[in-house]
Nanobody
Framework: QVHFVESGGGLAQPGGSLRLSCKLPRVITSVFLATDYAWYRQGPGKERELVASLDSDGLTNYEDSVKGRFIISKYNAQKKLYLQMNSLKPEDTAVYYC????????WGQGTQVTVSS
C-alpha cells in the first residue's frame, strides 16, 4: 500500500535546479487539504532531516540551509506536493522524501538527488 510516491530527482550541476513531485494516491481530498506536509532528506551517512514544510493554511517553513533556494508547494486538485530546488549545492545531495509533518510514517522510496559537477 503506497502512500507517498516521490519523483523528479536526478543529477544536477551545482547552481542548477530540479523540481521534485510527490503523489499521494491513497489520500482523499478532504484529508489532503487538512494535513500539514513536508519534504525530508537523508544524505549519505546522515540521519533523515526536515527540509521544508507546508501547513494546511499555506504557511511554509524551511531548514536554514535551503531558505531562499527551495520552494515547497502543493496542487490540491491533484493531491500533489512539489519541491522546487534552485541554486543546488553538493551538500543537497540526498534521497528526498515527502510525508506528513506530524507523525510521519509509511515512507515512500524517495527520489535521489545528486548535485555534482
Amino acid at each position: 500500500q503506497v502512500h507517498f510516491v516521490e519523483s523528479g530527482g536526478g543529477l544536477a550541476q551545482p547552481g542548477g535546479s530540479l523540481r521534485l513531485s510527490c503523489k499521494l494516491p491513497r489520500v482523499i481530498t478532504s484529508v489532503f487539504l487538512a494535513t500539514d506536509y513536508a519534504w525530508y532528506r537523508q544524505g549519505p551517512g546522515k540521519e533523515r532531516e526536515l527540509v521544508a514544510s507546508l501547513d494546511s493554511d499555506g504557511l511554509t517553513n524551511y531548514e536554514d540551509s535551503v531558505k531562499g533556494r527551495f520552494i515547497i508547494s502543493k496542487y490540491n486538485a491533484q493531491k500533489k506536493l512539489y519541491l522546487q530546488m534552485n541554486s543546488l549545492k553538493p551538500e543537497d545531495t540526498a534521497v528526498y522524501y515527502c510525508n506528513r509533518l506530524q507523525d510521519p510514517s509509511s515512507w515512500g522510496q524517495g527520489t535521489q538527488v545528486t548535485v555534482s559537477s
